[in-house]
């Protein structure tokens, strides 16, 4: 059975699905949408029309060659192997599906209503320091949204007391902005704990939408429910599966 979680405030067909209901085996097991692993591509191609089938099964699938960068772009009718390498991706189009995958990094969805516009992006820290959020939302308001109208989510991903990072990386961030230490927790010497969840909301915040909203669910340590880039690396698995996030106007 497909799990399939929800954001109190978008209206829009819409899901972050977890790894569950699908037809893949071993340590993809079992709803892995990733067509970048090693896995079954038949299995993949079939998650993935289960995955789409149980958010908006009368649309179309869009995904990126997501490559942790800012740039995000407007959905087009290109094929799986045609993907272009981008992390945010838009549209006013009934009829598609806009798709984000992620193993801990933070998928966000996003809606106007008002506008018939929506949203996704895949905000690893890379992606979220670097502007991906922003730069989704100026391309939503380039078909019409307004910040004023547009509603977000931050799905599941890795949670502040799963991720340590080293004192470089922290330093990354309060170089940018010495706010942002509060989304940090020291550990042990030259380590911290980052909150991905809470700067992804901060960054909405500051771009002045109308509502944002966090699930709270941390993906490393829940095997029977994520995949988990991270948990896999300390496992010393040879590869890993990847859950989907979508969603899509109503026709």
Known sequence: MITRLTARSIRSPHGFLGRTGGVSE???????VGLGSSDDPAHVRENRLC?????????????????????????GDWADDARPEADGLVTD???LALGILTADCAPLLFE??????IGACHAGWKGALGGVIGATIGLMERLGARPGR????VGPCIGRRSYE?????RSR???????NGLFFTDARPGHALFDLEGYCIRRLAESGIHAAEGLGADTRPDDGRFFSYRRKTLAGEPDYGRQLSLIALRG
């Not at 071993?26 to 892995?32: D, E, M």
């Not at 547009?150 to 989510?153: H, K, P, Q, V």
């Open 112 to 117: 106007d209503t008002e506008a018939g516009v």
């Open 93 to 95: 189009r009934p009829g």
């Open 173 to 179: 961030f309060e170089a940018a902005d010495p706010e």
């Open 150 to 153: 547009i509603a977000a989510a």
């Open 26 to 32: 071993g340590i993809f097991a079992s709803l892995n």
């Open 51 to 75: 995955a789409l089938n149980a958010v908006a099964p009368a649309a179309r699938l869009v995904t990126l060659h997501q490559v942790h960068s800012a740039r995000a772009v407007e959905a």
């Open 165 to 169: 990072v080293d004192d470089g990386f």
